[in-house]
């Protein structure tokens, strides 16, 4: 997906406001997260190559917070299971919109149903595969178990999730060292210390990062047979669960 370049903080700004994934930052959001989560494509193309392998015959395969559906086009291409339907979902309007548009231009044999909904008052049923990429991390931290729970009870036994997050480090050094080196990724990307800073504070009270302990941990109290990480970039991390 071609894309603009994300300046939305490259000058500075009288007054700093929650960030939201409006028009503003669907015109630059590839070109945003890609310079700004260490390992993003690898993790996409991953969760195509872990689509392929658990997507099941009549089942459906969620992309939950799909933005403008990386993911989903990924998933879309590894598809093997016979009357598989891709279901993509994201609150923002406008993120939806340019995603219709992605898909009207990509070919598939595999249905994508898109939805402007919030993940948290969809259903889910028959799943098989369902992704959350980057996407529980700004959910409030009270309703986090309540969607996992759903998420779990949603799938078929064979399922997999697939859970990416920006995660934190109870110890104070590695909280350091692994912030200053996404800094420093970052920089390396063509952000200033100007854009990092500006967006640290639009995200402050937006991404709520965990350990990964305690998503571990949730994951297995709601049901899952087990939860690792296969993939860790600094403080990025991409997890599946089993169900
Ligand atoms: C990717 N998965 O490219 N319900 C639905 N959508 C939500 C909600 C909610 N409650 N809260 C946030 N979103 C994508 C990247 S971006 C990650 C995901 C990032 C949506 C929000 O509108 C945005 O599109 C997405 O979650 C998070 O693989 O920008 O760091």
């Known amino acids: 997906m071609p894309s603009a370049k994300d300046s939305i903080y ?5 007054e700093i406001g929650d960030f939201s994934f409006d028009s503003q930052v669907v015109d630059v959001f ?6 700004s989560v260490p390992g993003y494509n690898t993790i996409i193309n991953a969760i195509g190559l872990l689509t392929g392998k658990f997507a099941q015959h009549d089942s459906y395969c969620y992309d939950l917070g799909c933005s403008l559906g990386a993911a989903t086009l990924s998933m879309r291409q590894q598809i093997e299971a016979e009357n598989c339907t891709i279901i993509a979902v994201d609150n923002s309007q406008a993120m939806i919109e340019q ?7 990509n070919t598939g044999h595999v249905h994508v149903e898109t939805r402007c909904a919030d993940v948290r008052n ?14 529980l991390q700004f959910i409030p931290l009270a309703d986090r178990h309540a969607l ?9 036994p064979g399922g997999i999730l697939i859970i990416s997050e920006k995660i934190q480090f109870n110890d104070a050094c590695q909280q350091n060292l692994q912030t200053e080196m996404h800094h420093a990724f970052k920089k390396a990307q063509g952000y200033s210390d100007l854009e990092i800073s500006q967006k640290r504070t639009a995200l402050e009270n937006v991404l709520i990062p965990e350990t990964f302990a305690q998503h571990q941990q949730r994951l297995l109290e709601v049901g899952f047979n087990s939860a690792e990480q296969w993939f860790q970039y600094f403080n990025f991390v991409s997890m599946v669960a089993l169900k």
């Open 99 to 105: 995603l219709q548009d992605n898909l009207f231009a």
């Open 30 to 35: 590839p070109d945003m997260i890609r310079r």
């Open 148 to 156: 996992l729970s759903k998420i779990y009870r949603g799938m078929l």
């Open 122 to 135: 969809i259903d889910v049923q028959r799943a098989s595969v369902v992704v959350v990429n980057f996407t």
């Open 10 to 14: 490259a000058n500075p700004l009288q």
